[in-house]
C-alpha cells in the first residue's frame, strides 16, 4: 500500500511545482479558524524574513493528517511536519524518521524552556523537535454552586474532594459531569489518581508497556476511582454524552466540575464565564503541581526532508519568545518558552503557574501509550464506570492486550 | 489449404482479422472495462486479501504472520459481538422489505393529495444516514433529547438505550430500518406501477379479491423487486457503518461494534493494518456468501 500511495503524493507534490533547494514545504494540522490564522501571520513574517525562501504552508484537518503523516514520514517528505510531543514523537524517533535539531538548543534556549518542557522533545538527551504550545488540565468548576453547598475552597486534597462531592450531592447537585462516549474523558482520571497516587515515573513506565494492569498499584488507582463511583459522584448518562454534551450539564447549574484541558473556556458562555474557577487536581501521596498533565503540541524535521537547513531557520524562529507569544495568544495556550507573555486571562495564568513549576510532564493516555492499547483501556475505563463489579475482568482484557502489543 | 495461394503480409493480417472477428471484437470491446475493473476493484480486493496476511503497522517493515491474523480474530471477542450484531442487523433489515411492500401497497392509490404524502414518506431515504444517525441519536439523548419527556407524558420513567449494552444496538438498527424501508417502498411502488393491468382487471373478474389477489396475482408479479429489495437489504446490513460511527462510535464498550466499525477502528485508531484487513476478508467472504446465495436462487428461477 505504501508504494503506490507514496507514488501519488509524490506526484502531487511535483504538481505544486519543482522543488529548488530554497522551497521550504510546511504540513500543519492547524486547520482550524484561529490557529490557521495565527500560523498563517507566523508563515507570513517567515517569509518577509527569508526572501531567498519560498516556503509552501500546508494546511490539513485533523483527523487526515493523522492518517497522512506515516505516509509523508516515509515517502515523499515535506520539510516541517506539526506533530506532538512526548510518546507520538518518540514512536518516529525510534524508527529514524525525524532529524536530531539538539543544536538548537543552546544555553539562551535551554534558559527560556523548562526542563520538563525540553525533556518532551527529547531521546536520549538529544532534541528531536520544538515545542511551542500546551495547556494544562484540572478541575473546572462553578464556585457559586460550590458555595452554594457550603463549600469555601476547592478541593486540595482526596479527602477533600469526597467531602466536596458529599456536599454537592446534599444539596442536589451532581458533582463532576463528563462525557464517556468520546472514551478519552475517562483516561483524564485515570491519569491523574495514577500521577497522584504512584507518580509520574510509574505513570510513564506503565504506558510504555512496562507494568501489568493487573498490577496493585493499578488497582489502588481503580480503588480511588471506585470511592468516587460509589458516593455517585459522576453525573449519570454520561455514556450517552460526547464531552462537548456534558459541559452543558455545568452551565445549566446541574453539575459543579469537570475533569478537563483549558480549551474548554472557550466555550464557557457570557453568563457563567465569571462564576467558573480552576483548581489543580488534588493531592494524594504525591504532592500536587509536581508531576503535571500537558499536551504539548511541537513541530519537527522528517529524516528525508530535503530542505533542512532552512527547516532548522524554521524550528529556530518558532522557538522564539515573540513568535511563541503571538502563535499562544491567538490559540489561547500557554507558550513553552517562559519569556513569552501570555495571553490576560486568569485560566491561562493559573496554567502557566501550574506548569512552569511542574517536575514532569505527561501527555495524556492516548498520548502516552501505544494506540491500539490506548482504545482498548479507555473501553475499559467507561466499562469500569458504569460497572465498577466487573474491574477484574477489564483489567484481565487491557493486560492481554498489553501483553500482546508489547510483546517484543 | 496452405499451399493455395501466397498472400502478401498485410492480406494475411486482414485474412486472421476476418477469421477471428467475431472473436476479438468482443475482447476489444470489453477491454477498457475490465482493465478500470481490475484496477480499482480486483487489484485492491487482492492487495487487501494479501495483506490481511502480514502484521502492518503503517510506518515499520511488514511481518509475514500467515493465518496468524485470522486465528487471533478467532480468539477476539470483539469480533464475535461485531459479527453477532452484524448478522442481528441482517435479520431485522429483513423487515425493511416487508414494511415497504405494505408501505407502498397503502400509498399507491388514487386519492387526491397523495403525491405530497408519498413525498414525506420517501424523505429518510432522500436524507443522508449521517443525518439520520445524528437525529436519532438527539432523539434518544437522555439528558437532552425528546424522547424521555415524552416518555415522562405517558407516565414511563426516563431510559438511556444508546448506554445500554444490550439495547443499543437494538436502537442504532431502528434507525436504520426507517431509511431501508423508505428504500424498499420506493422500490415496491415503482413495481407496482409496472404492474400490468389486464392481469388483475381478469383476476377480478375471475372473483380473486383482497390478499388472496395479492398473494396469487400481484406478488408473483413483484417478485424481481422483492429480490431486489432483499439483496439490498442484505448488502447494507452487512456494509452498515456510518450509523454505528455517528450514534454510538461502537460503544458501550464494543456492545455495538459491527465488522466494518471494527476495521475501520482497527486501521485508522489502532493502526494495526493486517489485523483490520483480517477483518475485511472475513466481511468480504460473508457478502460474497449471500450475494452468490441470491444470484444462484435467480439463476435456478431463470431456468425453471
Given amino acids: ?41 507566523v508563515v507570513a513574517d517567515f517569509r518577509r524574513d527569508n526572501p531567498g525562501v519560498e516556503v509552501k504552508f500546508n494546511l490539513y484537518d485533523h483527523e487526515s493528517y493523522k492518517k497522512s503523516i506515516r505516509n509523508w514520514l516515509t515517502g515523499a517528505s515535506p520539510d516541517v511536519v506539526f506533530w506532538f510531543a512526548g510518546n507520538r514523537m518518540r514512536e518516529f524517533v525510534g524508527r529514524n524518521l525525524l532529524t536530531d535539531v539538539s543544536g538548537l538548543f543552546d544555553d539562551e534556549v535551554r534558559a527560556s524552556i523548562s526542563r520538563a518542557g525540553i525533556d518532551l522533545v527529547s531521546v536520549e538527551g538529544r532534541q528531536y523537535g520544538v515545542p511551542y504550545s500546551y495547556y494544562q488540565l484540572g478541575l473546572y468548576f462553578r464556585r457559586d454552586l460550590l458555595e452554594r453547598a457550603g463549600v469555601k475552597q476547592a478541593p ?101 466540575m469537570m475533569l478537563i484541558g483549558n480549551y474548554i473556556v472557550a466555550n464557557f458562555p457570557s453568563e457563567v464565564r ?135 | 489449404m496452405t499451399g493455395a495461394s501466397a498472400p502478401g503480409s498485410s492480406s494475411s493480417i486482414s485474412a486472421w482479422w476476418w477469421r477471428h472477428q467475431r472473436t476479438l471484437t468482443p475482447l476489444i470491446l470489453l477491454a477498457p472495462a475490465c482493465l478500470l475493473f ?20 503503517g510506518v515499520g517493515p511488514k511481518t509475514w504472520v500467515g493465518f496468524g491474523n485470522f486465528a487471533e480474530l478467532f480468539g477476539d471477542p470483539v469480533f464475535f459481538t461485531a459479527l453477532k450484531n452484524n448478522l442481528l442487523w441482517l435479520l431485522i433489515y429483513l423487515a425493511a422489505p416487508m414494511l415497504g411492500l405494505l408501505l407502498a401497497l397503502f400509498l399507491n392509490q388514487g386519492v387526491r393529495g397523495i403525491r405530497p404524502i408519498r413525498a414525506l414518506f420517501l424523505m429518510p431515504f432522500v436524507v443522508s444516514q449521517v443525518v439520520i444517525g445524528l437525529i436519532f441519536a438527539w432523539f434518544l439523548n437522555p439528558e437532552f433529547g425528546l424522547l424521555n419527556p415524552l416518555l415522562a407524558k405517558l407516565g414511563l420513567g426516563p431510559v438511556a438505550p444508546l448506554e445500554n449494552e444490550r439495547w443499543a444496538i437494538l436502537a442504532v438498527i431502528a434507525a436504520g430500518l426507517w431509511p431501508q424501508t423508505a428504500y424498499c417502498m420506493v422500490l415496491y411502488l415503482t413495481g407496482l406501477t409496472g404492474m400490468r393491468p389486464e392481469l388483475i382487471e381478469s383476476a377480478r373478474l375471475d372473483g380473486a379479491r383482497d390478499h388472496t389477489l395479492l398473494w396469487h396475482v400481484v406478488l408473483p408479479q413483484l417478485r424481481p423487486v422483492t429480490f431486489i429489495a432483499a439483496m439490498v437489504c442484505v448488502v447494507s446490513a452487512l456494509r452498515s457503518f456510518d450509523l454505528v460511527m455517528i450514534m454510538t462510535a461502537g460503544g458501550p464498550y464494543n456492545s455495538t461494534n459491527v465488522l466494518a466499525y471494527y476495521m475501520y477502528e482497527q486501521t485508522f485508531l489502532s493502526l494495526r493494518y493486517g489485523y483490520a484487513a483480517a477483518i475485511a476478508a472475513v466481511l468480504f467472504g460473508l457478502m460474497a456468501c449471500c450475494v452468490a446465495f441470491f444470484l444462484w436462487r435467480l439463476l435456478a428461477r431463470e431456468r425453471g
Avoid at chain 1, 491519569?191 to 501489568?212: C, K, Q, W
Avoid at chain 1, 513569552?340 to 505527561?362: P, T, V, Y
Wanted: hydrophobic share 45%.
Fill in chain 1, 1 to 41: 500500500m505504501r508504494g503506490p500511495l507514496g507514488l501519488v503524493l509524490a506526484c502531487v507534490l511535483a504538481m505544486a511545482g519543482p522543488a529548488s533547494a530554497r522551497t521550504l514545504i510546511i504540513n500543519a494540522n492547524t486547520s482550524d479558524p484561529a490557529p490557521r490564522a495565527a500560523w498563517e501571520a
Fill in chain 1, 156 to 256: 486540595a486534597t482526596w479527602a477533600d474532594l469526597i467531602e466536596t462531592c458529599r456536599a454537592l450531592k446534599a444539596d442536589g447537585v451532581e458533582p463532576f459531569a463528563i462525557g464517556s462516549k468520546d472514551l478519552w474523558p475517562t483516561a483524564a482520571w485515570f491519569d491523574y489518581i495514577n500521577l497522584r497516587s504512584n507518580g509520574h515515573a510509574f505513570h510513564m513506565a506503565l504506558t510504555r508497556g512496562e507494568v501489568p494492569y493487573t498490577d496493585t498499584r493499578v488497582r489502588a488507582v481503580f480503588a480511588k476511582w471506585g470511592e468516587l463511583l460509589e458516593l455517585g459522584c459522576f453525573a449519570k448518562n454520561h455514556a450517552s454524552l460526547s464531552w462537548q454534551e456534558s459541559q452543558a450539564l455545568l452551565y445549566q447549574g446541574r453539575a459543579a
Fill in chain 2, 38 to 57: 481490475a484496477i480499482f476493484v480486483i487489484i485492491p480486493i487482492g492487495m487487501s486479501l494479501s495483506l490481511s496476511l502480514y502484521d502492518w503497522d
Fill in chain 1, 274 to 408: 465569571e462564576r467558573m474557577d480552576f483548581a489543580p487536581f488534588p493531592a494524594m501521596q504525591h504532592a500536587a503541581g509536581k508531576h503535571e498533565e500537558a499536551p504539548t503540541n511541537s513541530i519537527h524535521i522528517p529524516a528525508a526532508a530535503r530542505n533542512k537547513e532552512d527547516a532548522r531557520r524554521f524550528l529556530a524562529y518558532v522557538l522564539r519568545a515573540d513568535v511563541q507569544e503571538r502563535i499562544n495568544r491567538a490559540l489561547l495556550l500557554l507558550p513553552l518558552n517562559q519569556k513569552a507573555a501570555i495571553a490576560d486571562d486568569r485560566f491561562l495564568k493559573k496554567g502557566q503557574a501550574l506548569l512552569s513549576n511542574a517536575e514532569a510532564l505527561s501527555q495524556f493516555f492516548d498520548r502516552d501509550t501505544n494506540e491500539e492499547l490506548a482504545t482498548i483501556a479507555m473501553k475499559g475505563f467507561q466499562e469500569f464506570m458504569i460497572n465498577p463489579e466487573r474491574l477484574d475482568q477489564v483489567l484481565e482484557g487491557i493486560e492481554r492486550a498489553r501483553k500482546r502489543i508489547y510483546k517484543n
